[in-house]
């Protein structure tokens, strides 16, 4: 048997250009992120336990274990994989802070999901009882498999943790009979949400067993040849209509294609597989070149969750769910590991603080579940202990699907070993978290360093070397893409410009040696493409890695943001932010107009529609992740320019 | 018994603003729509009634007859609709032609629909059989008592043309059923799809029997209680939100809200409820002037096939359903007849020359579903025999759900009836169809006019008194909204210019009088309301009613619609359609600029992102009812304009 290390990894590759650096050796003190990885831990995590028991997504295991038929519960045929998302982010926090409570905690869950668990080792509470559907009757909708796919993720954080115990017995008991009843000689089938491809790569990496990997590469080549039932939007829809080797941008459901994509990635790393890997980042550059929105977010049509077409990005209707999110920071993660490149890590940046930041309340006891760039009308607002059936609400205690909550609760406590990764050649810093870093390379441990840092508020960071190997190494900080004008970094008394990408700083290192970067975090004005037609002849503010946006709480005489202009040639400067969001949050003042729409008219298209352009006025904007924390509102990112008149 | 008027009516109020003059009494001689009339009787209607056979939808009335289960027929619930709407429009037209073999097809699929009628008098071959759900155990979703409403429709033309038969008197045994079983004492609710409403009004006018419309009342006052289940996009789906005497605008599913807001108008006028009617009139206003594409179409959501909110009118995904453009001709027929404002019928105009002219192919043989304004790709295309599941595609022989077909195929035959109205006062002329219009008065013949004119091609339409009572009366002539600048009218030598809306000419007529109207059908640049988003600094081309677009097979060196820019200030021309398409068509030459577009970058987003205008171009522009006919290409009504630089 394999001894395994005892790690947080949300994802261990056996090779690639850099080495990850497992969670708790980046320990986050306070800051953007350190804030949050807390506001998690003690707010979010119960909250996401209450509903989840509440639902009776719990209690669907043990009326399975009791025979009971389960199909009347709240809930779709998937709940069992947001109970095993929830375990998995206990998993980690539990490995995190080291709490007996929610060691307890998930000693009764795993008792709870194993008592479920039939004979022959098949788990899933919505199929295959007495009353209900049989095994296997849906695959195409039924999600079966993708619950599976989400055990053995939360196996794998397990054995990653702690090592085997029920759970892990569990989920390779499944593990074994799904590959028997897929295998060569089983049924040639996939399930029409991907999930369980990953979650066989992990379990392979995890356990070493190479039945796993076969069974996830069978289930990875099967797709793409309309294996499953048409779909009514189209095959694209599960990625079943193109094999991936193919693929030129991703397509369809983008929670299912960007799993799906996660799992190629561990298979052709694992396999040595490059033009399986190549396939991967083409169709992941196509995709933030052109089918992403300013957030990072991606999913531009509410029907079928689906990314949209190439600039296809509506503002209003965005529907850039915060699984999406997620599931793009889990394959970003993977690219960076992979290849190295820095543009994989300034997606994730982008999405932590403009989609994973924009998911909770100030409170972290609501959260949203699509993320609309504009909000022409104040949204719909929830009530307390309402449980929306429509997504497209402001922040709610809960959803009727809640997939996104528990994959925020899986994200977060792994969140540090974002930080940085290691090589032969050093170490590599991509998100700047205030905290420490212990890196480890093949050898021996290269380096600690602590990071000091007020980011993303201001653009200071600190890396000192507080113990470091004799050799050389190279410490390579990441320039994001968005700082190409300014960006310094300074040791020693020596100063240097950098270009977005790997600032490489080699040298024998040694205690108390400091380098200062400088990112140049100020506002600015970002246009869009001029292809992404919903948003033409408006700009967008931007500052650091953190978008900004209007909202009408901040606008004067009871004005919505659609009876304001911006001029994206004055001034934009950093000011106190307002009243009922976080101490000390920077805002950003803009100079704009006032628009006087025309009159009302009983048809609104004709020669005379302008609208004119009245009185200067101060535009206060926020950060785009703390918008409708003060009531309903209306609220846009994208913001009409003035026009020269 | 009553003695019925054997009349082409699509709608038959007791009282109104204006009466309506049947289909058989105004005769289409060629032009637009007489063409197009001809090419439904002659290709659609044999199409579609080949398609209801081919997917089995004939055949499952025979099924439940036998008492087979039917739920593995190829198409939906609601499958019995879509024959009973065929049957409709067989009517019509078979009251239209006198063709005996049209009668006889009829004859074959009344004894078919009968056979499976329950003997307690329900029928429906989806629910309520051996194997299948029960009866009303879906009210929500099953579209069990919709399907009911339409064969109240297609018997009340029976009715009309005809007269008592099998047909009537299986509608009347289910009305009767429906009212048991829904009555005051029965089930308190209602069908998620409205139909049955309008179906059950009409089916009172046509019998006279008062319980119908007693029912009628019953399932509207139902309607806005949160009645249905709650529903994952909102009660608002199916205007189950609010009561229809509360409601601002039109909202949720699109078909539905429309059939819904039919049966109000058509309670309203029976009973003289003025109240009632202003709700609708309200909604419908605040629908038309803000929820409303420039061609008419309604419905900006392909999830749940919805109305959006104010101004979230896009261009690419605009829904726009067929069904929609023909439920609002519906409703607004009947806002014409009730009020007599010529708005509603500007509507119509707006909507037949957009949206049904859209619809087929020139063939006649293929169908859109859905009718986008802005096709940035190439749109996917459907091979022959081929069925979609999926809406969004171009042209195509069938879709899998083909609500649209059977609703144009009864809209067709009834259609000259749409061109004018009587009143005490006279005649009054709402759509200028080239034909012969006979209109009686309360006590006797008013006149007969003859209608010559090439309209829409251009805009001089004649209309001739070929016979006239003795009396003075009034020909009222619609100047549509469009004709605001320029439309004259001229008679005796006398000329006047006339304002939008009617234009009222009172005098003793004799055979022989001879008006002429000369409306504006010039090009001109429309603009958009600046609240529509989505089309900022666009404009589109209108010429008389019909709306233009941009196709890629009229621009020169492979150029898509993306890389160009319109001119709004630079001269409009007629000029000879392109090859391919209908002989005489007039297309529009316009002026605008090669877009050179900025090169692909990583990211869509940062302050270069602008584009380059270079040489002047030549636009061709074609009537946006005749895109798609010349194989896949990219298309746009709303142009980006040339900024002055």
Request: with cysteine; glycine share 8%.
């Amino acid at each position: 048997m394999k001894a395994y290390d005892l790690r947080i990894l949300p994802a261990a590759p056996s090779r690639g250009a850099l080495s990850p650096i497992p969670g708790e050796d980046v320990v986050l003190r306070g800051g953007f992120w350190g804030d949050r990885q807390e506001l998690n831990s003690t707010r979010f995590l119960p909250h996401c336990y209450a509903w989840i028991k509440r639902m009776g997504w719990v209690d669907a295991f043990r009326e399975a274990a009791e025979g009971k038929p389960t199909v009347d519960r709240k809930g779709k045929s998937f709940t069992d994989a947001d109970v095993y998302k929830y375990v998995e982010g206990l998993i980690w926090e539990a490995a995190r802070t080291g709490d007996p409570d929610l060691e307890a905690q998930l000693l009764e869950l795993e008792t709870v999901i194993a008592a479920a668990q039939e004979p022959d080792g098949y788990l899933n509470t919505y199929f295959g009882h007495k009353g209900v559907d049989a095994r296997y009757k849906d695959l195409s909708h039924g999600h079966e498999l993708y619950c599976a796919g989400h055990l053995f993720q939360a196996a794998v954080a397990r054995l990653r943790t702690h090592g085997e115990d029920l759970l892990t017995t569990t989920a390779r008991r499944l593990a074994d009979r799904v590959c028997e009843d897929f295998g060569p000689d089983g049924r040639q089938q996939i399930c029409g949400h991907p999930e369980i491809e990953v979650g066989l790569m992990e379990l392979y990496r995890a356990t070493g067993e190479p039945r796993y990997l076969k069974q996830a590469r069978l289930f990875i080549n099967r797709r793409g040849h309309r294996t499953l039932e048409a779909h009514a939007i189209g095959f694209e829809y599960y990625q079943d209509d193109v094999p991936v080797r193919e693929g030129g941008i991703f397509r369809g459901h983008v929670v299912r294609a960007l799993y799906y994509a996660a799992s190629v990635v561990d298979l052709a790393v694992e396999t040595d597989d490059t033009n399986l890997l190549e396939s991967i980042i083409r169709q992941w550059d196509a995709t933030v070149a052109r089918r992403t929105y300013l957030t990072g977010g991606m999913g531009s049509r509410h029907l079928g969750e689906s990314f949209g077409n190439d600039w296809e990005l509506p503002p209003d209707r965005a529907y850039t769910e915060t699984c999406g999110a997620v599931a793009a920071i889990h394959l970003a993660w993977r690219l960076l590991l992979a290849t190295g490149e820095s543009r994989f890590a300034d997606v994730i940046e982008r999405l932590l603080y403009n989609m994973v930041a924009t998911f909770w309340n100030v409170e972290a006891d609501r959260f949203f579940y699509v993320n609309p760039l504009h909000q022409r009308q104040s949204g719909i607002a929830v009530a307390d202990g309402e449980v929306p059936f429509r997504k497209d609400t402001l922040r709610a205690p809960w959803f009727w699907v809640s997939c996104c909550p528990t994959n925020v609760v899986r994200l977060m406590p792994t969140l540090s070993a974002y930080a940085a990764t290691s090589s032969e050649e050093g170490v590599q810093v991509h998100q700047y978290f205030e905290g420490t870093i212990a890196a480890m390379g093949d050898t021996g441990p290269i380096a600690r360093l602590a990071v000091r840092t007020r980011y993303p508020d201001d653009g200071e960071v600190e890396v000192e070397v507080l113990e470091s190997s004799r050799s050389a190494w190279t410490l390579s900080l990441r320039i994001p893409d968005w700082a190409s004008d300014g960006a310094r970094v300074s040791i020693d008394g020596g100063q240097s410009l950098v270009a977005p990408g790997m600032a490489r700083i080699r040298r024998i290192w040694k205690s108390g040696d400091v380098v200062r970067l400088s990112l140049p975090v100020v506002p600015r004005v970002v246009l869009p493409d001029p292809r992404v037609d919903s948003v033409r002849a408006t700009a967008a503010i931007q500052r650091g890695p953190v978008v900004y946006c209007l909202e009408d709480v901040d606008l004067p005489d009871g004005l919505t943001v659609n009876e304001v202009a911006i001029d994206p040639a004055a001034r934009l400067t950093d000011v106190e932010g307002p009243a009922g969001l976080d101490d000390g949050l920077v805002a950003v003042r803009a100079s704009g107009r006032r628009v006087e729409l025309p009159a009302s008219v009983p048809w609104p298209y004709g020669s005379d529609r302008r609208s004119e352009v009245r009185g200067r006025l101060d535009l206060t904007l926020i950060p785009y992740h703390r918008w409708s924390n003060r009531g309903p509102s209306t609220m846009r990112v994208w913001i009409p320019v003035v026009r020269a008149e």
